[in-house]
């Protein structure tokens, strides 16, 4: 077997238990999962499923309880600059122009004026709101607001882009021209990307890897690797037979459920 | 048209105090009551307490004196107020340790009113103006303070996420996220003590002050010129109105940002 290059994340048997009160819920169970940089992969389950936990566990939000998760060799601690999270509801700093929000990161890092001034510029012409640049985030539509979150990832040169259902709250056709910006940027920049969906049609449409999740507790039911050409036709017999494998690994976990009710957590 | 729909907010808000004019004009001239000047007579007063010639007596011309007098009392303990308030504020809101020292202290204190402070202010600060910048300050002590702690307690959490995910962190959150998430709510804390202090200027000046808005009433009160006591109250009525158009002007620019705060 040939030397397997460091993967830019890599996830050990992490689980992850939540203390309430008296109870406590595990969220995420034995998970594993080794990313390979410039990778696109969509974890997709029912809500309690413990995708967004995983999600959080890279981004360095929440610590595993057991196991342990690796950015380049080294465990994840705590959030960092080098891993972006674009959340479903934006989390835009309210009070900052489409400019300022793009340009917090790289102020953050104490670029000079003049370089923060020139990432800015850069990163709002990449998702095309030039227009917007004075605007403050309500002001903004749900999809711009969505592709200021992205641009702010992406101007804080994040390696590691880890997206909550980002598009979760949005009407359909912005949805999709943002997914289609979303691969326009991924496979110009060559970024690695986990976004997390409950559509497999958005997983499907998006990913190289589909990695299916399944509640009570949460873990990672199987990791599939997609050989689908891209630009992907959502219409095409391929594209629906994956659609079919997918959908039925993803309520794999109902006949397991309903024999054993009372092991639910 | 067009001039009508300009026309209308300041139409429709004035019906409301020309029928109050009115119902006063017809109460006093039919005699319903002794004890309150007709509309007409408060009016020549007011001219008169404005700019003197009417009347010439201890109160002609004399509006301006007192209205100064109240707006340094006003304003002063507003700013001795929120001076305080704020960093206390923050104090609470950021610091577990601070809130559990100071708040169950300042809830119970919350409640008595700025009356029943007067006599303790007169022991406290003697008769007069130091007296009156106390209690005026303690009025508007409370909104600025409450709406400061609630304020810096309600920023979505999700804004530190995203801040420590883009490098900001630590002390440097405080700055560039709490303080700027939190100053609508300190505006709406600043603009009701602002009020506060305007509402409560008559009881700081009962301390005994010779001038002032609150003196000129607590005056016609003693001398049962009714006429003078209305004149005072129009005119702190009008003035803490346009002290918070003003203060709703500032807002409106600094908060251009907020979707809540046009007002």
């Known amino acids: 077997m040939a030397k397997a290059t460091v993967p830019i994340v890599d996830i050990r048997d992490v689980s992850k238990v939540f203390k309430l009160q ?53 465990p994840i601690t705590g959030p960092d600059p080098g891993r972006g999270m674009v959340f479903q509801d934006y989390a835009l700093f309210p009070w900052l122009s489409v400019r300022d929000n793009i340009g917090f990161g790289p102020a953050a890092r104490r670029l000079s004026t003049a370089e923060v001034k020139a990432t800015v510029d850069k990163f709002i012409d990449l998702v095309g709101l030039q227009k917007f640049a004075t605007a403050y985030p309500h002001q903004l539509s749900g999809g711009m607001k969505q592709r200021v979150a992205i641009a702010r990832v992406l101007a804080n040169d994040a390696e590691l882009v880890l997206m909550d259902e980002p598009f979760g709250a949005l009407d359909a056709m912005t949805r999709e021209r943002l997914q289609d910006e979303l691969l326009e940027i991924w496979e110009r920049t060559k970024l690695t990307v986990v976004f997390v969906t409950h ?58 459920v309903a024999s054993a009710p009372s092991s639910a957590v | 048209m067009t001039s009508w729909r300009r026309l209308k907010p300041t139409a429709l808000a004035l019906i409301v105090p020309l029928l109050l004019l009115a119902f006063w004009q017809v109460a006093t001239v039919n005699r319903w009551t002794l004890l309150i000047p007709t509309p007409y007579q408060v009016g020549e007063y007011m001219v008169d307490f404005a700019v003197g010639g009417i009347y010439d007596d201890a109160y002609s011309g004399t509006l301006l004196t007192h209205l100064l007098a109240s707006m340094s009392r006003v304003y002063g303990g507003f700013a001795l107020a929120a001076s305080f308030a704020l960093p206390i504020g923050l104090l609470i809101g950021r610091l577990p340790v601070a809130r559990m020292l100071l708040d169950p202290f300042l809830q119970i204190m919350r409640p ?68 700027p998430a939190a100053v609508p709510s300190i505006f709406t804390g600043l603009r009701l003590g602002l009020g506060l202090a305007w509402f409560v200027i008559v009881v700081g000046e009962m301390t005994g002050v010779p001038q002032g808005l609150g003196a000129v009433i607590m005056d016609g009160r003693t001398l049962s010129r009714t006429e003078l006591v209305i004149c005072g109250m129009i005119v702190i009525g009008v003035a803490g109105y346009l002290s918070d158009r003003v203060v709703v002007a500032l807002g409106n620019r600094l908060l251009r940002w907020s979707p809540n705060h046009h007002g």
């Open chain 1, 22 to 74: 008296d109870r406590s819920i595990t969220a995420l169970s034995g998970a594993n999962l080794s990313i390979t940089k410039g990778e696109f992969i969509c974890l997709i389950g029912a809500s309690g499923c413990g995708k967004s936990t995983l999600l959080r566990i890279m981004a360095g939000f929440d610590q595993p309880t057991s196991g342990e998760a690796l950015m380049w060799g080294k």
């Open chain 1, 199 to 256: 559509s497999v049609e958005e997983a499907i449409f998006l990913a190289g890897r589909v990695v299916v999740m399944t509640p009570g507790p949460g873990r990672i039911e199987s990791d599939n690797v997609l050989e689908l050409a891209r630009p992907r036709d959502v219409a095409s017999p391929e594209f629906n037979d994956i659609r079919r494998v997918l959908g039925a690994k993803l309520h794999s976990h109902h006949s397991k």
């Open chain 2, 112 to 179: 008595i009113p700025v009356t029943a402070w007067l006599p303790l202010s007169m022991i406290l600060f003697g008769l007069g103006a130091k007296s009156a910048f106390a209690l005026v300050c303690l009025g508007a002590f409370y909104p600025i303070l409450l709406n400061t702690i609630f304020g810096v307690r309600a920023v979505d959490p999700k804004l530190f996420e995203a801040a420590s995910m883009l490098g900001c962190r630590g002390n440097a959150q405080f700055y560039k996220v709490v303080l």
